[in-house]
């Protein structure tokens, strides 16, 4: 079973950027699609962007316009998230998840993942 561990969070002022970390432990992370969501208060938890095994292909939220970009190093078991021109809307928590089947598609659900981390909180305030 994996493990996911998120970190990098914090508050940011609007405009400036984060890097957030996914760092995996246990199965065979290698082969996973890893997916981005993130849970503002009230509301659900909405795809941000995902990672095939191979890093070739990656999927993001529409909303998104290109700010923000996801990786990953296997060699590591990590996966990244850098958020680039970040707005007050981008307040929420962030969790990143994997999916063991290791399929993409373009706007997965939640439900499509098998596990998670507890989450990272990005806060975005002047």
């Known amino acids: 079973q994996v493990q996911l561990v998120e970190s990098g969070g914090g508050l940011v002022q609007p405009g400036n950027s984060l890097r957030l970390s996914c760092a995996a432990s246990?199965?065979?992370?290698?082969?996973?699609?890893i997916g981005w969501f993130r849970q503002a208060p009230g509301k659900e938890r909405e795809f941000v962007a995902s990672?095939?095994?191979?890093?070739?292909?990656?999927y993001y939220a529409d909303f998104l316009k290109g700010r923000f970009i996801i990786s990953r190093d296997n060699a590591k078991n990590t996966v990244y998230l850098q958020m680039n021109s970040l707005k007050a809307e981008d307040t929420a928590v962030y969790y990143c998840?994997?999916?063991?089947?290791?399929?993409?598609?373009?706007?997965?659900?939640?439900?499509?993942?098998?596990?998670w981390g507890q989450g990272t909180q990005v806060t975005v305030s002047s």
């Open positions: 998840a994997a999916d063991r089947t290791g399929m993409l598609v373009p706007t997965p659900a939640p439900w499509n993942f098998d596990y």
């Open positions: 246990g199965g065979t992370f290698t082969y996973y699609t």
């Open positions: 990672i095939d095994w191979s890093a070739d292909n990656t």
